[in-house]
T-cell receptor
Framework: DAGVIQSPRHEVTEMGQEVTLRCKPI?????LFWYRQTMMRGLELLIY????????DSGMPEDRFSAKMPNASFSTLKIQPSEPRDSAVYFC??????????????FGAGTRLSVL | AQRVTQPEKLLSVFKGAPVELKCNYS??????LFWYVQYSRQRLQLLLR??SRESIKGFTADLNKGETSFHLKKPFAQEEDSAMYYC???????????FGTGTKLQVIP
């Protein structure tokens, strides 16, 4: 398996534009997580899904952020409109919900977003 | 709500010196603690879990419930240990993982 795949790797956009980040989890995993990484705040959980259903979106900063998971192999994180303070690295992670060695989260390479 | 604190943003040590990356947590129940590592230009990956009681790449971490700490230790630092280290907590029975703000370890040759 290629692991968690995120696209694009880098995104540069102008303030006010819509940004869509994409994630393909590891095949067979049933949980998916979106994180934001900044120097000041470290890794913050934005939202996570179980079996394609959003479970906890309390970390989503505001209404400009939305996430969807239309099927088990694809998720998107959308920012509309984008602002310079959204500049960060966005990570997607997936896991197999269960006990023990399960529930370990595997991370994608991240998308580095720069909003000018 | 749970919280993970990593007091040091940057830790610089000389090669061969001992390393201790501090992690304190607050949670009233029985948590599961992890250390994740992110090497330069690589993705975040699990280093070790407290329940495994294992040593990975020479690193160990012991859960001290009395002090609510889960410090990461290595007796002799190597240059390849230079990376960003995140401590993380998962409440028992839940999936949501809370990460600390991370500590950048810099091993000086």
């Amino acid at each position: 398996d290629a692991g968690v795949i995120q696209s694009p790797r880098h995104e540069v956009t102008e303030m006010g534009q819509e940004v869509t980040l994409r994630c393909k989890p590891i095949s067979g995993h049933n949980s998916l997580f979106w994180y934001r990484q900044t120097m000041m705040r470290g890794l913050e959980l934005l939202i996570y899904f179980n079996n394609n259903v959003p479970i906890d979106d309390s970390g989503m900063p505001e209404d400009r952020f939305s996430a969807k998971m239309p099927n088990a192999s694809f998720s998107t994180l959308k920012i509309q409109p984008s602002e310079p303070r959204d500049s960060a690295v966005y990570f997607c992670a997936s896991s197999l919900r269960g006990q023990g060695i399960k529930n370990i989260q595997y991370f994608g390479a991240g998308t580095r977003l720069s909003v000018l | 709500a749970q919280r993970v604190t990593q007091p040091e943003k940057l830790l610089s040590v000389f090669k061969g010196a001992p390393v201790e990356l501090k992690c304190n947590y607050s949670y009233s129940g029985s948590p599961e603690l992890f250390w994740y590592v992110q090497y330069s230009r690589q993705r975040l990956q699990l280093l070790l879990r407290h329940i495994s009681r294992e040593s990975i790449k020479g690193f160990t971490a012991d859960l001290n419930k009395g002090e609510t700490s889960f410090h990461l230790k290595k007796p002799f630092a190597q240059e390849e240990d230079s990376a960003m280290y995140y401590c993380a907590l998962r409440p028992g029975g839940y999936q949501k993982v809370t990460f600390g703000t991370g500590t950048k370890l810099q091993v000086i040759p």
